[in-house]
């Protein structure tokens, strides 16, 4: 989906000739300066990797680029090719004119200190889950970690995929509904090279894993209530509305999540699931279920935790 907009701003020199452009900004530092002003004066929303006009500039420019974000600063003073500067020039414009998503444009997003391929098959990986594998899932596996996870409603399969470059004994199975997210999901597996560990399963939610249980379940499942699906910025329309709305509340597939994912957990199993701002829905919904809410160093909200026993406490709320 491209939505055009007009932006058009008095100061914004995004209409200058690319000739014109190229002339006058040479170094990596121009362009960086030169990218920021546009977006600051585009008013655009960031929440996909980045959170301010300066951020998204350096994210843009580096991946035009092809270097990574920690590249020693005396970069800065490079002159680029003009193909280099035609090319951020050519980016900065979309990026302002369609409010596609960065990761988008550069076909590459990074979760949990790893690169993964995305496009707009797929939702763009931005969970603070990533925390929780960076450490382990230590706080439910402090001896030692799970054998076997679930990345339900993977997309991209980021949460899965990360899970097993971080538990290196792990096997995984990435599960979605979606064949066109799952063919993201697979690219990713061959680009990590985890395809002896992890595998793409068709699900609809547990439907496709009939038999089977996990000493971990991780879910970032659609959650978006309709209310906050109507009011989203534009960059977020470019995503796929599967991979977001899930009915009135935004409870539609966590209410089958909780219904359902007690058989296909391990007696000491847990349950990890994000619903982001519906948690105020959960709690209505289920107000007898003391759900543990995490809290994150970076930021975030709305990621719950239950263990199979409770599961089973609370299987009559769930029905």
């Given at each position: 989906?491209?939505?055009?907009?007009?932006?058009?701003?008095?100061?914004?020199?995004?209409?200058?000739?690319?000739?014109?452009?190229?002339?006058?900004?040479?170094?990596?530092?121009?362009?960086?300066?030169?990218?920021?002003?546009?977006?600051?004066?585009?008013?655009?929303?960031?929440?996909?990797?980045?959170?301010?006009?300066?951020d998204?500039?350096?994210?843009?420019?580096?991946?035009?680029?092809?270097?990574?974000?920690?590249?020693?600063?005396?970069?800065?003073?490079?002159?680029?090719?003009?193909?280099?500067?035609?090319?951020?020039?050519?980016?900065?414009?979309?990026?302002?004119?369609?409010?596609?998503?960065?990761?988008?444009?550069?076909?590459?997003?990074?979760?949990?200190?790893?690169?993964?391929?995305?496009?707009?098959?797929?939702?763009?990986?931005?969970?603070?889950?990533?925390?929780?594998?960076?450490?382990?899932?230590?706080?439910?596996?402090?001896?030692?970690?799970?054998?076997?996870?679930?990345?339900?409603?993977?997309?991209?399969?980021?949460?899965?995929?990360?899970?097993?470059?971080?538990?290196?004994?792990?096997?995984?199975?990435?599960?979605?509904?979606?064949?066109?997210?799952?063919?993201?999901?697979?690219?990713?597996?061959?680009?990590?090279?985890?395809?002896d560990?992890?595998?793409?399963?068709?699900?609809?939610?547990?439907?496709?894993?009939?038999?089977?249980?996990?000493?971990?379940?991780?879910?970032?499942?659609?959650?978006?209530d309709?209310?906050?699906?109507?009011?989203?910025?534009?960059e977020?329309?470019?995503?796929?509305?599967?991979?977001?709305?899930?009915?009135?509340?935004?409870?539609?597939?966590?209410?089958r999540?909780?219904?359902?994912?007690?058989?296909?957990?391990?007696?000491?199993?847990?349950l990890?699931?994000?619903?982001?701002?519906?948690?105020?829905?959960?709690?209505a919904?289920?107000?007898?279920?003391?759900?543990?809410?995490?809290?994150?160093?970076?930021?975030?909200q709305?990621?719950?935790?239950?263990?199979?026993?409770?599961?089973?406490?609370?299987?009559?709320?769930?029905?």
């Amino acid at each position: 989906m491209t939505t055009h907009l007009n932006v058009e701003h008095p100061h914004s020199t995004l209409s200058l000739s690319e000739s014109l452009l190229v002339s006058q900004l040479f170094t990596l530092r121009d362009y960086l300066r030169w990218v920021s002003s546009e977006f600051y004066l585009a008013g655009l929303h960031y929440g996909h990797g980045t959170d301010s006009a300066w951020d998204e500039a350096v994210a843009l420019c580096l991946g035009a680029l092809h270097l990574p974000w920690n590249i020693d600063p005396s970069v800065l003073e490079a002159r680029l090719l003009p193909v280099e500067r035609q090319r951020i020039i050519a980016l900065a414009r979309e990026r302002v004119t369609t409010r596609r998503p960065l990761p988008y444009l550069l076909g590459e997003s990074f979760f949990a200190g790893h690169p993964f391929s995305v496009d707009e098959r797929v939702l763009i990986p931005r969970s603070p889950i990533a925390e929780l594998i960076e450490d382990g899932f230590a706080a439910w596996f402090p001896e030692e970690p799970p054998a076997s996870v679930l990345d339900l409603c993977t997309g991209s399969g980021c949460i899965g995929i990360a899970t097993a470059l971080y538990l290196p004994t792990c096997e995984v199975a990435l599960a979605d509904v979606s064949q066109d997210a799952l063919a993201v999901a697979r690219q990713n597996i061959t680009r990590h090279d985890v395809g002896d560990r992890v595998r793409a399963v068709e699900s609809d939610v547990f439907s496709g894993l009939e038999g089977r249980r996990f000493d971990l379940i991780v879910s970032n499942p659609p959650y978006v209530d309709a209310r906050d699906l109507a009011t989203m910025p534009a960059e977020f329309r470019h995503e796929p509305s599967l991979a977001l709305g899930a009915g009135s509340d935004g409870l539609d597939i966590v209410r089958r999540i909780l219904r359902e994912a007690r058989e296909h957990l391990t007696d000491e199993g847990w349950l990890i699931v994000e619903v982001g701002n519906s948690d105020r829905h959960v709690e209505a919904a289920f107000p007898d279920v003391a759900f543990l809410w995490l809290e994150f160093e970076r930021g975030g909200q709305g990621v719950f935790a239950l263990s199979a026993a409770e599961l089973d406490a609370h299987a009559a709320s769930f029905v």
